[in-house]
């Protein structure tokens, strides 16, 4: 490609705008370019190639030559098509001159050119896939027709037409060999006519099929994004106050990571990661905090961890509401001797012996909670240094334990 | 101040990241793409890279490599929004100082950067959970005693930094020197990057830390 001799050469064939393709091709892409020079179905140039190498060679030289000249480049390249009349004009050349060098006499085998240019010309009107792009386009009514109908009834006259011809010629064979040769003809004629529709047509059906698959999954996304991202956006425009906005994008987060790595829920197996995570959530959504939530562990969710979850939400909550901290963090912890949880807050604290009335009753409902089911809790806080809830609540069973 | 070099695909969040740390860091670069990443950390010769973990081009994990190769010297710290754990114990295995959520504040980035120059590990809540859960006790046998079982001490701290804790509160709270706790995660987040533990791989695949 680099030498000055096939720079030359690709300058003198870059003037006509001859190449080669480089994919979909049969031997070295030469018709196939010659095709998408000039706009037309390349199996016509095929055929065209066949017929002409059947007088004296013409075709396999005129391939060889074009191949040496012409250099080969990626497809998607524009076509640079001629009209329609001009491409009938092409075709009727071509008759012509087959017929006249024919009909003169100066082929060696005037009746052999005949016969592959009626079967390979049917051929080519037959698998002519420019826009047809299934059988049943064709075959029913009110689909881009005319054209296609032309296409396929001449191709099979052409193809039968052209068996007809070859089986004639041949002389001499029984009645009964005769018959056969008749059914072989038409089984054979029928099947070029139509195999590569058949496949064609299972081919599209795959392609229908995954792309319906596609848009079904496009479409679920598409109704999910729509219900939870886009509804919430459109709130948070509407919201004046910034804590609810950060509390709305926040919820959006939780469910949007949930849909997007979160495992699916095992049914019948309820966990105490699931209720504690779903406390979080809905603490995060009335009381407008962030809630750091780690989980080492989990559990499968009984009366206890029932309990354990209710004390933790009373402890968030609390939090939210007195420390004045806008973050909060949760941590659970479960080995096999039982379950440990602390909700931490870095807020502004509280003397213990000066706790309101109102939240020493608060404390009771979390102690007491806790204690009721065998566990315990304990608050720590000092003022300017945060709070601490510290429950733990032993026996309760390990799930999903690596083992 | 620390010459830092951020590395995000999202323009909007490294300009955020750009204006927050003005002042406290000295922000000698930024890139948007991987290759771009290498080639201008390559040049620029950073202390710390903060880096994201989820890129299209390779991520994180491509720069992280590339660079290591050629600069050992640079440090770096992944950051990120949604990503799978199997990508950020990546990052860390592949020599990420440590690893912080996007949604850290500025002063804890700040913290966490300058903390990752001085050669410590940093650990959100979650990784400390992750690497809690992932080394839970009660296994049969380990492989390597030293690498793949955490100290109890080791443990309490991480236990601490999963509870919401700063550095300097956990120090506090287990009577420790600010430096002891730095050098305790440090010593966990090498056995993070060492161990055989075959659950380490297993754990990031089903679980999402941050």
Redesign the interface.
């Known amino acids: 490609m680099t030498s000055p001799d096939s720079r030359a050469r690709n300058d003198w064939a870059r003037r006509l705008g001859l190449f080669r393709r480089r994919q979909r091709r049969g031997i070295a892409g030469v018709a196939g370019g010659l095709a998408d020079r000039f706009g037309v179905n390349d199996g016509y140039v095929r055929a065209a190639f066949v017929t002409t190498a059947t007088i004296w060679g013409i075709g396999v030289l005129i391939y060889a030559a074009l191949w040496q000249l012409t250099f080969d480049i990626e497809d998607d390249r524009p076509v640079r098509t001629i009209d329609s009349r001009q491409r009938l004009g092409l075709g009727v050349a071509f008759a012509a001159a087959v017929w006249i060098v024919a009909g003169a006499g100066l082929v060696p085998n005037a009746f052999g050119t005949l016969v592959v240019a009626t079967i390979s010309f049917g051929l080519a009107a037959l698998w002519d896939r420019s826009d047809s792009p299934s059988l049943a386009r064709v075959i029913l009514p009110g689909s881009r027709g005319a054209l296609s109908v032309f296409r396929l009834v001449g191709g099979l006259i052409l193809v039968f037409a052209g068996l007809g011809l070859l089986f004639s010629s041949v002389g001499a064979v029984s009645e009964i060999g005769f018959s056969l040769l008749a059914v072989a003809v038409t089984i054979a004629g029928l099947f070029l006519a139509f195999g590569p529709w058949m496949v064609r047509l299972a081919q599209d059906l795959g392609r229908e099929r995954r792309e319906r698959v596609r848009q079904e999954e496009r479409a679920e996304v598409a109704a999910h994004l729509h219900d939870s991202v886009l509804q919430t956006l459109t709130l948070i425009q509407r919201s004046e106050d910034p804590r609810k906005m950060a509390s709305l994008a926040r919820s959006q987060e939780r469910e949007l990571?949930t849909w997007?790595?979160g495992?699916a829920p095992v049914p019948g197996e309820d966990l105490l990661s699931t209720a504690l995570e779903a406390a979080v959530a809905r603490v995060e959504d009335e009381r407008h905090v962030?809630i750091?939530f780690?989980?080492?562990?989990d559990a499968t969710l009984d009366e206890r961890g029932r309990a354990l979850v209710g004390a933790a939400n009373e402890a968030m909550i609390n939090a939210a509401q007195h420390s004045g901290a806008g973050?909060i963090?949760v941590?659970l912890?479960v080995?096999?001797e039982g379950a440990e949880l602390?909700v931490?807050d870095?807020g502004k604290g509280f003397a213990k012996a000066r706790v309101p009335s109102d939240r020493r009753g608060l404390a009771d409902s979390i102690t007491g909670r806790m204690v009721r089911h065998g566990g315990t809790a304990a608050i720590e806080s000092e003022p300017g240094e945060g709070t601490?809830v510290h429950l733990t609540m032993p026996g309760i069973k390990q799930a999903g334990?690596?083992s | 101040m620390t010459r830092l070099f951020l590395v995000d695909d999202h323009q909007l969040f490294l300009a955020g990241v750009k204006t927050e740390l003005e002042g406290r860091a000295d922000i000698v670069g930024v890139a948007a793409d991987v290759d771009e990443a290498i080639s201008s950390i390559r040049r620029t010769r950073p202390e710390v890279v903060l880096i994201d973990v989820h890129m299209p081009g390779g991520g994180g994990l491509a720069v992280l490599g590339a660079v290591t190769e050629t600069n050992p010297e640079i440090k770096f710290l992944a950051l990120s929004v949604?990503d799978?754990a199997e990508d950020v114990i990546a990052m860390i295995r592949a020599g990420a100082r440590g690893y912080v959520t996007k949604?850290i504040s500025a002063d804890d980035l700040a913290e966490a950067i300058d903390r990752v120059k001085a050669g410590d590990a940093v650990f959100s809540?979650?990784l400390?959970?992750f690497v809690?859960?992932a080394f839970?006790?009660?296994?049969p046998a380990p492989a390597d005693e030293e690498l793949d079982q955490l100290t109890p001490r080791e443990r309490e701290v991480l236990?601490l930094i999963?509870?919401?804790?700063a550095y300097k509160q956990v120090a506090t709270r287990l009577s420790l020197s600010v430096k002891t706790v730095e050098s305790h995660v440090s010593a966990v987040l090498r056995k993070l990057q060492l161990s055989s533990r075959h659950?380490l791989a297993?754990?990031a695949t089903?679980r999402?830390i941050v």
Request: glycine share 12%; proline share 2%; hydrophobic share 35%.
């Open positions: 990571r997007l790595y495992r962030a750091d780690v989980l080492v562990g973050r963090s941590y912890e080995d096999q602390w931490t870095q601490e334990v690596a | 949604s799978a949604t809540p979650r400390a959970g809690l859960d839970a006790g009660g296994l236990r999963a509870r919401g804790f659950e297993r754990w089903d999402r």
